[in-house]
């Protein structure tokens, strides 16, 4: 080929290459660009509403933080959230339209037992991952290795409840009867499966036990059942509307069991609370986050206040201990697996969260089997001289009081139950 001939073709590669880099480099400016959409069903009303809002605002003040410091791997984060009515029957379609449809980069929640358990066929069919947001042994029957949990009990739901029947066992005499309440929903049966065998382990004899439907409004007759077998250690799984119905039943009954306790969601509600007043005094809650001296960890109180900022503009819980922190904490497990891998695959992912320990606002969180906390951190506290419904009392954990485990105690149990509402 002639030198000039030569030359033309390089000139003419030269700017055929230049053009189609002009082409080409805006679209993948553009598509960098692009928000990494993050999807996930969330009970915005229905019977979860109070807790499902909490969660929402806790992954919205973890996005607007992502995005302030530069989104992830360059890129702005949106949350793309369907409101599934607290109706497990919701989920697996939520879940279709967001993969299918939306074509969300990750997946975080849903929000509770119920709704997980009926999402995980989904997300398991396109091997998706995803991180669970309070659901209590909801990847037992599944076992899916690309699922994490953000639910303290661990691997096994038992944990759950065996601090209430280690806690009457210190008493003195030693109560031994036991009743086991709560209502037909999977988290209130997955936790009740678990105080049935911890009760058995240690020698209780469990005298009355009863699942009631969600709609249930009469508790007077359970009340009296739970009296008329002479239980003296309670131990109820309750949603939010159940626990008023319960303890008000409870109290109108003058039902006085030696200890009273369980997973009473209602009162992780600061609404609740309020609406309850003194009728909580005595109560021994487990608990998932509270602001004790033993569980502050980096980020905490700064979250926890702009929390505490935004939730009345949005009518939620004003105090937010609970959902809010375990959301966000999710999105902080998320956001370092996608930082440090550099990806978005899903599988990638699941790897870099099963191999690390990564700090978050409630703690150095560790997955082990079925996507569990390899350690699980039970909390329970009673509740101790409440008056009236005024919210502030409960702001500065005065009023709960850290009985059970012993390494994180902030008091001393009154007991029995009938001392604690003098």
């Known amino acids: 080929m002639a030198p000039n001939k030569v030359r033309y073709f390089i000139e003419r590669a030269g700017t055929i290459v230049i053009a189609a880099a002009t082409l080409l480099f805006p679209l993948a400016s553009a598509r960098a660009a692009d928000p990494i959409k993050i999807g996930l ?59 299918g449809i939306d074509k ?18 989904a997300i398991i069919q396109n091997k998706r991952m995803t991180i669970g947001i309070f659901g209590l042994g909801a990847n037992k029957q599944y076992k899916y290795a690309r699922y994490f949990s953000m639910n303290s009990q661990g691997a096994s739901p038992r944990n759950y409840s065996r601090g209430l029947f280690e806690l009457a066992l210190e008493q003195q005499p030693k109560p031994r009867r036991a009743a086991l309440v709560g209502a037909d929903v999977e988290f209130s049966r997955n936790a009740l499966d678990g105080a049935r065998e911890n009760a058995k382990e240690l020698g209780f004899e469990v005298v009355y036990e009863r699942t009631y439907p969600l709609a249930n409004t009469e508790y007077t007759a359970i009340a009296r059942a739970m009296q008329a077998a002479d239980a003296e250690v309670v131990y109820a799984a309750t949603l939010p509307v159940d626990t008023v119905g319960l303890l008000r039943a409870s109290n109108e009954v003058q039902f006085r069991p030696k200890l009273y306790g369980g997973a009473f969601l209602g009162l992780l509600v600061t609404g609740i609370k309020q609406q309850l007043g003194p009728l909580i005094n005595g109560l021994v809650n487990n608990e998932f986050y509270i602001p004790a001296p033993s569980l502050q960890f980096a980020g905490t109180s700064a979250f926890l206040d702009e929390y505490q900022k935004r939730a009345a503009g949005l009518g ?47 703690g150095p969180m560790s997955f082990g089997e079925d996507g569990e906390w390899k350690k699980p951190r039970i909390i329970y506290a009673q509740f101790q001289n409440v008056s009236g419904n005024d919210m502030g009392q409960f702001k500065d954990m005065s009023r709960q009081i850290v009985v059970w485990p012993g390494e994180l105690k902030t008091g001393k149990l009154i007991y029995p139950y009938a001392q604690a509402i003098q």
């Open 41 to 99: 069903s969330l009970s915005l009303t229905g019977a979860t509403a109070p807790a499902g809002r909490q969660v929402q605002a806790g992954l919205d003040i973890w996005r607007d933080h992502v995005n302030a410091a530069g989104g992830l791997l360059g890129r702005p984060v949106e949350l793309i959230y369907y409101d599934d009515q607290a109706n497990p029957a919701n989920a697996p379609g939520i879940y279709a339209k967001l993969m």
């Open 104 to 121: 969300v980069d990750l997946l975080i929640g849903p929000y509770s037992t119920n709704i997980i358990a009926a999402a995980l066929p």
């Open 316 to 362: 939620i819980d004003p105090l937010g201990f609970t959902y809010p922190p375990y959301a966000y904490a999710a999105g902080q497990i998320l956001a370092k697996a996608v930082s440090e891998t550099k990806s978005l695959d899903d599988q990638t992912l699941a790897d870099y969260i099963r191999n690390h320990s990564i700090d978050t606002v409630i």
